[in-house]
């Protein structure tokens, strides 16, 4: 079974809806990341949990929120999707400085 | 402030020959740098890390990296081309010494000729 899960792989939205995209992760690592990438970008820094109790804006937070449920859970939500949040999001946990991702979810924002 | 810069944004090489993906970075701290390969459809996985300790570093795959400071390079390279190599590579460095952030490069995809 994989470590880190995401869902749904894949969505389709419209333009102002409310959508939440789910991390799990079995490692036990207390630290966890949201990305996006973007093609010819990277993956960029949406945002980052040290622990419960401990959630920190990325470079790129506006439009987004999240919510770390426990230490296993991660979940980040666009309030009004827009057709700009169109990408590839990652979860990903680490000990240290290595990060280990999930699968990814493809948001697609019509 | 960290960053870094792939400087192919795509490589192509014929099966059997050698590969090298090229990185420069900057960094105000000794910085730990790594190589993450994504193939299509799927998310990343570490191919090699250098944290401080040996300056050539060997991953998985037959993939190596030297960390060259005076150059600020960290160079990706593998001696001969499989055809499973295909796919997107992003060199990495950590962007503070302690919160654990990283920094992406934008991306080579290396392309596998037959």
């Known amino acids: 079974d994989a470590d880190v899960t995401q869902t749904p792989r894949n969505r389709i939205t419209k333009t102002g809806k409310r959508i939440m995209l789910e991390c799990s992760q079995t490692?036990?690592?207390?630290?966890m990341y949201w990305y996006r990438q973007d093609p010819g970008l990277g993956l960029r820094l949406i945002y980052y949990?040290?622990?419960?109790?401990?959630?920190n804006k990325g470079e790129i937070s506006d439009g987004y929120s999240v919510s770390r449920q426990a230490q296993a859970k991660f979940s980040l939500s666009l309030e009004s999707a827009i057709p700009n949040q169109t990408a590839l999001y990652f979860c990903?946990?680490?000990?240290?400085?290595?990060?280990?991702f999930g699968p990814g979810t493809r948001l697609t924002v019509t | 402030a960290q960053s870094v810069t792939q400087l192919d944004s795509h490589v192509s090489v014929s099966e059997g020959t050698p590969v090298l993906l090229r990185c420069n970075y900057s960094?105000?701290?000794?910085?730990?740098l790594f190589w993450y390969v994504q193939h299509p459809n799927k998310g990343l996985q570490l191919l090699l890390k250098?944290?401080?300790?040996?300056?050539l570093v060997k991953g998985i795959n037959g993939f190596e990296a030297e960390f060259k400071k005076s150059e600020t390079s960290f160079h990706l390279t593998k001696p001969s081309a499989h055809m499973s190599d295909a796919a997107e590579y992003f060199c990495?460095?950590?962007?503070?010494?302690?919160?654990?952030?990283?920094?992406f490069g934008a991306g080579t995809t290396v392309t596998v000729r037959a």
């Open positions: 949990s040290f622990d419960v109790k401990d959630i």
């Open positions: 990495v460095v950590s962007a503070s010494t302690n919160d654990y952030k990283l920094s």
């Open positions: 990903a946990t680490s000990v240290g400085y290595e990060q280990y």
């Open positions: 490692k036990g690592h207390d630290r």
């Open positions: 250098y944290t401080s300790a040996a300056t």
């Open positions: 960094s105000s701290y000794s910085p730990s």
